[in-house]
């Protein structure tokens, strides 16, 4: 399992940086799930019209509010991506339902991206990249040495 993190300013912050990596990454061969504490749908949508992002794929990712994350089924038949974005708690109970649901699941490959907003969580940045493998940015991905 790879775990990276996003600090973003900005829903259309996070939403481009999202839609890069995405972009950037061959989704087909990944089942992406979203758990949002709020959603970024409007977002995306306008920024793949401004930026003509056509990828089919992208636009069956669900970017709503997931209004309860206990309710939320996850499939682990393909290769999958996890994106989580909210408070620190709304994360924190994302990312252990997550693990609980794929903690039998060896043969796949996992990767969890938390999506932090930079003005809540910057006094704690050193201590969450220390729990990330690698941090995306608007340009691409830097792995991180802890």
Do not use: P, W
């Amino acid at each position: 399992m790879e775990k990276s993190c996003i600090f973003y300013a900005s829903k259309y912050h996070l939403s481009l940086i999202l839609l890069e990596y995405l972009k950037n990454k061959n989704t087909k061969q990944y089942t992406v799930n979203t758990f949002l504490e709020n959603g970024i749908e409007e977002e995306i949508k306008k920024l793949k019209k401004k930026y003509n992002i056509i990828s089919n794929d992208i636009y069956e990712i669900n970017f709503k509010k997931t209004k309860t994350i206990l309710d939320k089924t996850i499939e682990l038949n393909t290769n999958t991506i996890f994106i989580v974005g909210g408070d620190n708690n709304y994360i924190k109970e994302a990312n252990t339902y997550i693990k609980n649901k794929i903690f039998n699941c060896h043969t796949k490959k996992i990767e969890i991206i938390n999506c932090f907003n930079y003005k809540q969580r910057k006094e704690y940045i050193d201590k969450i990249l220390k729990e990330n493998n690698k941090i995306l940015y608007t340009t691409g991905s830097k792995q991180l040495t802890n």
